[in-house]
């Protein structure tokens, strides 16, 4: 691997308490990465820094309080001297029908999926333009690129957080700073299996057949791995800064925009 800055990078995932960022914590640290990690439950991120031997930080906090990205940046920053890698994880979906989307699951949408995004960009990118580099990793969902039924606030926030990867991208290229996306279609984590519970809840179907119907909705016929998603994020914080202002879709082949 050869990058612009020398390695170790300084990694800082939001969301790294369980599935999609724990996995990629766990890829980050088998590269040797200092990593801090946030969500809102200490004892799920106390966990997972039990699994590590890389050197690590714990800074339990809601990405929803305004607040949070400066301090938990800052905190980053005082510790280790800067930032290299951020990846903004943290997310949460709720379905339902338009009708019934009133403007606190709106909001709650846009908080989480978007404006937090957009703090945690805004709050990391005066060290990575002081650095000359910096690495931006967005999980954003195939909902950023088309559309759903019963996830109209999911998926207006999702299509958002992608264009706002796509301005920063080009907003910061010239220092040295890439701003990315990984578009997931179905992945196996807690936030898909209660998914799963609440369509059985909803519906009544079988358990294994509400699986198999969110497993078809990729190309392979298969749930995609957190790992997999982990493998994306590595493969876009190691490029030299060609690759910038992209969304990589990993459904199967499904979704091709
Ligand atoms: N699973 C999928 O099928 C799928 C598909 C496409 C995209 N995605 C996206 O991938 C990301 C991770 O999803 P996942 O499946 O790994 O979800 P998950 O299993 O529910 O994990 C979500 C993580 O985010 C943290 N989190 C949630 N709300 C937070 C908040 N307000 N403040 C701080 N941390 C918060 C959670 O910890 P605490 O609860 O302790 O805060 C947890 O660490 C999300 O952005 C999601 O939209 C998921």
Known sequence: MNVSRQSPFRCLVTGASRGIGAAIVDDLAHLGYPIAMTARTESDLLAVASTLTVPNLV????????????????????EWNGLDVLVINAGEGISAPITRTDDALWARMMEVNLNAPFRFIRAAVPTMKEQGFGRIVVIASVASRVGAPYI??????????????????????????????????????????RTVDSIVSNTGRNRDEVLHTL????????????????????????????????????DGGKVQI
């Open 59 to 78: 800074i339990p906090g809601d990405v929803t309080d305004p607040h949070a990205a400066d301090m938990i940046v800052q905190r980053v920053v005082s």
């Open 152 to 193: 109209s606030a999911y998926t207006a926030a999702k299509h958002g957080v992608l264009g706002l990867v796509r301005s920063a991208a080009a907003e910061l290229s010239s220092y040295g700073i890439t701003v990315n996306a990984v578009c997931p279609g179905y992945v196996d984590t807690p936030m898909t299996a």
């Open 215 to 250: 497993a078809q909705e990729q190309g392979h016929g298969k749930l995609i791995q957190p790992q997999e998603v982990a493998a994306a994020v590595r493969f876009l914080i190691c490029d030299q800064g060609a690759i910038n202002g992209q969304g990589i879709t990993l």
